[in-house]
C-alpha cells in the first residue's frame, strides 16, 4: 500500500514582535525596536510600558485587560496581522513571552530583549549572576524564599509592590535571619533609580517605589531555621502531633518514590505533610496533593507547606478513596496511613499513571498483610526497615527499636 504525503499546514510569517523596555523608555531602545513600534498597527503593553513609549506609538495603543487571559485571547485573534507586545526587560525571564509562547510558536515571533531587572540589580550590586539564587515573587507568596535561605548565600528577589521588602524583611527577621543585609533597588535604568540598603532587623525603608528588587545577604542566627537540601530533613522542623514519616524511613521513602522534574504526587493520609512537602523541596517543578481525613491535621499541613517554602502544595481534607475523585492524575503515590480501609490501595493503582510508582507503608500486621498479597499478586520490590535508637537505660545507655516499617514499592506497567 502506498500512503499518499499529507498536505502540509501553510507556514505563518512572523507576525508579533515582543519588545524588552526598560525604565529609561525610548532612550534604551535600538533603531530596530523604534522602527517595529512606530510601525505596528496595534500596540500592547501594560499601563507603564505605553505611557512610557507614547512618543514612538502611532498605532493603536491597547493596555492589558483582567484577567491577563482576555488580553492573550486579543492577541491571538490577531495572528497573523502585526503586533508588537511591549514587556519590561527580557520578555521570557518571568514575562509575558513565557505565557504567549504557551499558544505561538517562536517561528511566528521576534523579540528583541532588554536587560532584566535581575541583570541590572547584579550589575549594581556586583554580584555574579551565576552565583546567585534568582526569584520572582511578583504575585507570588513570599515564603518561596525559606528553602534558599542559606547562610552566606546572595539572593535577588522581585517583590510585588511597594510593601514587599518590608514583608520581606519581617519574614527574615521572623526566622532568624535578622542580620540579612537587604539591599532595596528600586526603578533601575530609570531616572528615578535608588539603591539603599539596611538589616533586616532595623529595616525602616518607606516610600519605595512598587518597581523594586531586593538583593539579600544571608545571615543565620543560631537558632535560623535553615532547611538541608537533602531527603530527610529533621522532625523536630515539621509541626506533628506524632502522625510523621520518621526522617530517616521519610529518606528512603522519598528515595523509592524517585521523584522527576514536572510531576505530580498524590500523598495519601498525609498526617503532617512531610513527604509532599519534602517532594516538593526536591526541585521547584514539582507538585503534591496532600490527602487527609483529619481537618485539625489538614491545618498543620497548611502551615508546615508555608514555613518549609512549598505554599503551592495542593490540600484535600477528606476521606480516600472517596476524596480520590476528580484529582489530577499522578505520576507518583505515597500511602502512609489509612491503606488499610477498603478501596484505599485499589483505587489508587487503578488512578496511577502507566509508569507511575507507588510506594506504601506499613506499621500495622493488617496493611502488612495487604502489602504482602499486593507483593505476591504483582511484584515489585517489598522490604523490611528497622531503625533503633541510642536512649538513656537508667544510668547506662542502650537501644530503643521503633516500630518496623514494611515497604512496598511497585511501577504500573
Known amino acids: 500500500m502506498r500512503t499518499l504525503p499529507m498536505a502540509e499546514t501553510p507556514s505563518i510569517e512572523r507576525w508579533l514582535t515582543l519588545i524588552g523596555i526598560g525604565e529609561d523608555g525610548p532612550a534604551g531602545l535600538g533603531d530596530e525596536a523604534k522602527r517595529l513600534i512606530g510601525s505596528a498597527p496595534v500596540v500592547f503593553g ?42 519590561s526587560g527580557d520578555p521570557f525571564f518571568y514575562g509575558v513571552g513565557a505565557t504567549l509562547s504557551r499558544s505561538i510558536p517562536a517561528s511566528e515571533m521576534t523579540v528583541i530583549p532588554a536587560p532584566s531587572s535581575f541583570s541590572l540589580a547584579a550589575s549594581r550590586l556586583g554580584w555574579p549572576l551565576q552565583d546567585v539564587t534568582v526569584l520572582s515573587l511578583h504575585g507570588r507568596p513570599i515564603d518561596l524564599i525559606r528553602p534558599h535561605l542559606h547562610p552566606g548565600r546572595k539572593i535577588l528577589a522581585l517583590t510585588s509592590d511597594s510593601k514587599g521588602p518590608a514583608d520581606l524583611a519581617g519574614l527574615l527577621l521572623g526566622a532568624d535571619f535578622g542580620q540579612s543585609t537587604l539591599t532595596v533597588l528600586e526603578a533601575l535604568g530609570g531616572p528615578l533609580e535608588k539603591v539603599s540598603q539596611q538589616k533586616a532587623a532595623d529595616f525602616t525603608l518607606v516610600g519605595i517605589s512598587n518597581l523594586n528588587i531586593c538583593g539579600i545577604e544571608v545571615e543565620a542566627e543560631a537558632d535560623a531555621r535553615v532547611l538541608p537540601v537533602s531527603a530527610g530533613l529533621a522532625d523536630e522542623l515539621f509541626e506533628h502531633d506524632g502522625q510523621i514519616t520518621k526522617r530517616e524511613i521519610r529518606a528512603m521513602t522519598l528515595s523509592a518514590l524517585a521523584p522527576r522534574r514536572g510531576e505530580l504526587l498524590w500523598d495519601i493520609g498525609a498526617g503532617s505533610g512531610s513527604i509532599g512537602i519534602e517532594w516538593m523541596l526536591a526541585d521547584p517543578s514539582l507538585r503534591a496533593i496532600s490527602i487527609e481525613a483529619s481537618g485539625e491535621r489538614a491545618a498543620r499541613i497548611l502551615r508546615n507547606a508555608g514555613n518549609f517554602g512549598v505554599p503551592g502544595l495542593t490540600i484535600v481534607e477528606g476521606d480516600a478513596p472517596g476524596a480520590l475523585s476528580g484529582l489530577p492524575t499522578p505520576d507518583a503515590i505515597f500511602i502512609g496511613g489509612g491503606g488499610s480501609e477498603a478501596g484505599v490501595l485499589d483505587a489508587a493503582i487503578s488512578r496511577l499513571r502507566s509508569g507511575g510508582r507507588l510506594v506504601a507503608n506499613a506499621v500495622t500486621t493488617e496493611m502488612e498483610a495487604i502489602l504482602l498479597a499486593e507483593h505476591t499478586r504483582r511484584g515489585g520490590s517489598l522490604i523490611r526497615i528497622d531503625i533503633a535508637r541510642a536512649a538513656p537505660v537508667g544510668r547506662m545507655t542502650g537501644w530503643r527499636p521503633a516500630m518496623p516499617v514494611t515497604q512496598w514499592c511497585w511501577i504500573k506497567p
Open 46 to 87: 501594560g499601563i507603564r510600558h505605553i505611557e512610557l513609549m507614547q512618543p514612538l506609538i502611532k498605532g493603536e495603543a491597547q493596555t492589558w485587560l483582567s484577567p491577563f487571559e482576555k488580553s492573550v485571547e486579543v492577541v491571538l485573534a490577531r495572528r497573523g496581522k502585526p503586533t508588537v507586545v511591549l514587556a
